[in-house]
T-cell receptor, first 117, second 114 residues
């Protein structure tokens, strides 16, 4: 049962354009969502997150949008740069242990982003 | 601030052996989680430790175990290794000061079981 899905295995974008990565989830208990970027042979690097009480969060070139009714989130990268080429994972967490534990993340399968110069 | 440090980076073991992986979290982080990454299953949660106690556990067999020390450093152990245990094992830490704070990952230990 895949609770977090990234339906696009790959995305190719021209440098300077917008990259839009999508993610869907099924578990209505998820209340915190994150995006990570991963290069081969390295651990995931945290990019940006959003709490379920918000519908948008921005950090520089990265913006995450959350649509709770559709159980959908997206990551926008503007403008895209060749250094953004990597695998992007969305992840979600739900409160556990009386609301104190957020150490369990459920990950999507990842989207390979390629930004062409 | 130093990031999450995992040792060793690479390990080759034989079926039936056991292995111990080590993780030093970011200074001040008391929550440590472990994940397994494989091509087929993606990133899967193993367990989370906080203040030397296991707080949450994923769906892995009992051969996978962990512990946390008083300085928040953590180890995970896999006994009776199987070929399917070959994976990248990732450790992550987070600050418990904010309810919503992200996990920060180390670069992992690549385990190969032959």
């Amino acid at each position: 049962d895949q609770q977090v899905k990234q339906n696009s295995p790959s995305l190719s974008v021209q440098e300077g354009r917008i990259s839009i990565l999508n993610c869907d989830y099924t578990n209505s208990m998820f209340d915190y969502f994150l995006w990570y970027k991963k290069y081969p042979a390295e651990g995931p690097t945290f990019l940006i997150s959003i709490s379920s009480i918000k519908d948008k969060n921005e950090d520089g070139r990265f913006t995450v949008f959350l649509n709770k009714s559709a159980k959908h989130l997206s990551l926008h990268i503007v403008p895209s740069q060749p250094g953004d080429s990597a695998v992007y994972f969305c992840a979600a967490s739900a409160p556990y242990a009386g609301g104190t534990s957020y150490g369990k993340l459920t990950f999507g399968q990842g989207t390979i982003l390629t930004v062409h110069p | 601030k130093a990031g999450v440090t995992q040792t060793p980076r690479y390990l080759i073991k034989t079926r039936g052996q056991q292995v111990t992986l080590s993780c030093s979290p970011i200074s001040g982080h008391r929550s440590v989680s472990w994940y397994q990454q494989t091509p087929g299953q993606g990133l899967q949660f193993l367990f989370e430790y906080f203040s030397e106690t296991q707080r949450n556990k994923g769906n892995f067999p009992g051969r996978f175990s962990g512990r946390q020390f008083s300085n928040s450093r953590s180890e995970m152990n896999v006994s009776t290794l199987e070929l399917g245990d070959s994976a990248l094992y990732l450790c992550a830490s987070r600050s418990d000061r904010a309810r919503n704070s992200p996990l920060h990952f180390g670069n992992g230990t690549r385990l190969t079981v032959t």
